[in-house]
């Protein structure tokens, strides 16, 4: 069984706008296929969460309640 290539995508990081204004609560998502990454932005090299497009969607319908 051959593995065909991958396609190599860059992550583009975002600012939550629900972070905090004095820049001590900076969460940051990056889009990927099938779902999000999220990471604390003053320590970005650290591990990510990652979540599936429909546990996002979710969570995106939940906080606009």
Known sequence: MSVRPQP???LVWFKSSY???NATEC???AFI???VLLR???QPEAPHVRVS???WGKFLA???K
Do not use: H, Q, T
């Open 33 to 35: 296929p099938g779902g």
């Open 53 to 55: 497009a429909g546990a």
């Open 19 to 21: 972070s905090g204004g």
């Open 27 to 29: 969460v940051e998502a």
């Open 40 to 42: 604390d932005s003053k």
């Open 62 to 64: 939940a906080s606009v």
């Open 8 to 10: 190599v995508f860059e």
